[in-house]
């Protein structure tokens, strides 16, 4: 005949395993806690040339009657499309940033005899309208054209170009990977000089990657000097800048 436990034997008997228990996690916590690591960082680099540049033009008219002035924007902004479409950039490629209606005032009243303020009404005497485009250009070999054909057609403000990298996460991981293997090879170069040894890796953190661009600013006045003697605007890439960095934490002990 089988016999039942009573529930007080059964409480105990659970209270017991728990009492075993409990020390052994506080005991792995402390082991954990007082492991002998080794923290390492390294960066990697690469500088790689751009595949794509980002031109930013504006349209910018002005006069006293609103109609008349964004209708001679929109001329000329279509003729700035128009002249785009010629050189093969697609219509995606090309995107309106801002598109801004100022109004105009007079200048501001001069003081009177008194000192004081004239009471004068302000009042519009005209309208300025800015109609601002980013062109994508992936054919490096015409941005001068671009830039040159934009502003003989109609465009009057040139902002500058911003270059880049249509896909930069091959780039991002190879610099990971050099990060990575720097890293290790310090650890490794710092362990054989303590005499210590690596007993394993217990976290990797990645630190970031950054992808800086040459910096290319060209102003309105050389552009235009281009224009006018009848040759292509001069532009030069350079490189763009990946950076990444990766930190190591290691278990260690010594040999």
């Keep these: 005949m089988f016999t039942t436990m009573k529930p007080t034997i059964i409480v105990s008997w659970v209270l017991g395993v728990l009492l075993v228990l409990l020390p052994i996690h506080g005991l792995a916590g402390d082991e954990e ?13 690469m500088n790689v040339p751009p595949d794509k540049a980002v031109l930013s033009f504006a349209v910018e008219t002005v006069g006293k009657k609103l109609a008349k002035v964004q209708q001679e924007n929109h001329e000329r902004m279509a003729r700035v499309l128009e002249e785009c479409r010629t050189l093969a950039i697609a219509s995606t490629f090309i995107q309106t940033t801002s598109l801004n209606v100022i109004p105009e005032y007079p200048p501001r009243p001069r003081r009177s005899q008194g000192g004081s303020l004239e009471q004068t009404i302000p009042r519009i005497i005209g309208y300025r309208v800015v109609h601002q485009v980013n062109v994508e250009v992936r054919n490096l070999e015409i941005v001068g054209k671009v830039v040159d054909r934009v502003l003989k057609v109609g465009a009057n403000r040139f902002s500058g170009i ?4 249509q896909d930069a996460q091959p780039n991002t991981l190879q610099v990971l ?5 720097k890293a290790q090879a310090k650890a490794d170069t710092l362990a054989q000089a303590l ?9 990797v953190q990645e630190g970031g990657v950054s992808v800086v661009p040459p910096v290319a600013r060209y102003r309105m006045a050389r552009a235009s000097m281009a224009m ?28």
Excluded: C, F, N
């Excluded at 911003?162 to 990298?165: A, V």
């Design 162 to 165: 911003s270059w880049g990298l």
């Design 33 to 45: 806690q007082d492991q002998s690591r080794l923290t390492v960082s390294a960066e990697g680099k």
């Design 177 to 181: 990977q050099l990060a990575a293997s």
């Design 228 to 255: 006018e003697s009848g040759g292509d605007v001069s532009v030069a890439a350079g490189e763009i800048t990946v950076r990444g960095t990766v930190t190591l934490v290691y278990e260690i002990a010594p040999k």
């Design 195 to 203: 005499h210590l040894k690596l007993v394993r890796v217990m976290t």
